[in-house]
């Protein structure tokens, strides 16, 4: 098993310009999230699927859309991106009974 | 709302000894999760110990342990005999069913000395 994978692991952008990171996770799990993670700050809740076809906002989700695909595949798109979203995303996914949320390795985003 | 307190934003702790970071948590629920999540400079999360609310019991595994105050809303983790590969950030967090999201503390960066 993968895990939760993630693309690309590291991208540079001009403001404005538009991109999709991608998720994907093997373990037949239903709810996933995208998370983004600042200097000094925990991880923030960005925008979370409850199933496949559902999406809802999380603490910070402006200037993103997402799309759950399937279950297995829940992508974040920045469709301007902004210096302000200089971060590092994380996708996870949560294990119902354990309620255990198992994180990919991350996408570090530069925005210039 | 439910949040997370790391009040200790650095810790260090020589090597072979026993380190404690704390921890709070201020919730209206009775049924919740508590975790430990530990990032080192590679930045992967991983989950180090997590806790349920209606156990009574600490949480153990290996080196890790938690002190679980429910009334006081505390969650400390004990390091006992610290590794270098310890080294890490160490994020606490909170969950509940009613918001199906899990709430982060701001870390705290744990040094490990030789």
């Known amino acids: 098993n993968a895990g939760v994978t993630q693309t690309p692991k590291f991208q540079v952008l001009k403001t404005g310009q538009s991109m999709t990171l991608q998720c994907a996770q093997d373990?037949?799990?239903?709810?996933m999230y995208w998370y983004r993670q600042d200097p000094g700050m925990g991880l923030r809740l960005i925008y979370y699927?409850?199933?496949?076809?559902?999406?809802d906002k999380g603490e910070v989700p402006n200037g993103y859309n997402v799309s759950r695909l399937n279950k297995r595949e829940f992508s974040l798109r920045l469709e301007s991106a902004a210096p302000s979203q200089t971060s590092v995303y994380f996708c996870?996914?949560?294990?119902?009974?354990?309620?255990?949320?198992?994180f990919g390795p991350g996408t570090r985003l530069l925005v210039l | 709302a439910q949040t997370v307190t790391q009040s200790q934003p650095e810790m260090s702790v020589q090597e072979a000894e026993t380190v404690t970071l704390s921890c709070t948590y201020d919730?209206?629920?009775?049924?919740?999760?508590l975790f430990w999540y530990k990032q080192p400079p590679s930045r992967q999360m991983i989950l180090v110990i997590r806790?349920?609310?209606?156990?009574?019991q600490n949480a153990t595994e290996n080196r890790f342990s938690v002190n679980f105050q429910k009334a006081a809303k505390s969650f400390s983790l004990k390091i006992s005999d610290s590794q270098l590969g310890d080294a890490a950030m160490y994020f606490c967090?909170?969950?509940?069913?009613?918001?199906?999201?899990?709430?982060f503390g701001t870390g705290t960066r744990l040094q490990v000395f030789p």
């Open positions: 806790q349920e609310a209606y156990k009574q």
């Open positions: 699927s409850a199933s496949e076809g559902t999406t």
């Open positions: 919730t209206s629920e009775s049924d919740y999760y």
């Open positions: 967090a909170y969950y509940t069913y009613n918001t199906d999201k899990l709430i």
């Open positions: 373990m037949n799990h239903n709810s």
């Open positions: 996870a996914s949560i294990n119902r009974g354990s309620e255990t949320q198992y």
